[in-house]
């Protein structure tokens, strides 16, 4: 079945360490998104990758960095500089910027 | 930059009353439009899209949606709401050349029996 997979559901990490999410898609999509979701605020776009080797920061980039190595994988690093990481993320992707973004099941990360 | 506003963050309807959430968006060129809905615990899901052509957009559901270019607006709309639609709708727009999809702050919809 095609689709994207985000691992793992639930994380725990020590406040101080930097933690990475990982996406990968079996849909041939160019495009990749990583996405925060808290209540209230909708979804806020942190970064995204319209092809391999290439990506842009989104509105709330600050603390967080990626890498698109390959077309299936856009893994996410939350680094101690973020100062709320507690949060739950998703990750998405699109084969162009007309057509349907497709979710995996997000990572919810608890920072302690 | 490009920024999506919807107005209503809490909404409570009866059964069987009419719904339209409003979405504005602020970018001046070409924008591809969406309204995506999750249903609570499941993934989120695209209810309807505008790229071009007839502005009036029909989706799952019942829903539809009108882009108005000139007020920079894509409301959603349900004629009959069912206790069923309960669930967080979400605005997006993706612009025309640089694939940044960019979400709204999600309106909570609650149909009450």
């Known amino acids: 079945d095609g689709g994207i997979t985000q691992s793992p559901k639930y994380l725990f990490r020590k406040e101080g360490q930097n933690v990475t999410l990982s996406c990968e898609q079996n849909l041939n999509h160019d495009a990749m998104y990583w996405y925060r979701q808290d209540p209230g605020q909708g979804l806020r776009l942190i970064y995204y990758?319209?092809?391999?080797?290439?990506?842009q920061k989104g509105d709330i980039a600050e603390g967080y960095s990626v890498s698109r190595e390959k077309k299936e994988s856009f893994p996410l690093t939350v680094t101690s500089a973020q100062k709320n990481p507690t949060a739950f993320y998703l990750c998405?992707?699109?084969?162009?910027?007309?057509?349907?973004?497709?979710f995996g099941q997000g990572t919810r990360l608890t920072v302690v | 930059a490009q920024s999506v506003s919807q107005h209503n963050h809490h909404v409570i309807l009866s059964e069987a009353a009419s719904l339209e959430l409003g979405c504005n968006y602020s970018?001046?060129?070409?924008?591809?439009l969406f309204w995506y809905v999750q249903y609570p615990g499941q993934h989120l899901q695209l209810l309807l899209k505008y790229f071009s052509g007839d502005p009036l957009v029909k989706g799952i559901k019942g829903f539809e949606a009108e882009f108005i270019k000139s007020k920079f607006s894509f409301n959603l709309r349900k004629p009959s709401v069912q206790w069923s639609d309960t669930a967080e709708y979400f605005c997006?727009?993706?612009?025309?050349?640089?694939?940044?999809?960019?979400f709204g702050t999600g309106t909570q919809l609650k149909v009450e029996l």
């Open positions: 970018y001046g060129g070409t924008v591809n």
């Open positions: 990758s319209q092809i391999v080797n290439d990506f």
């Open positions: 998405a992707s699109t084969y162009s910027g007309n057509t349907e973004a497709f």
């Open positions: 997006a727009v993706n612009t025309g050349g640089g694939n940044k999809l960019t």
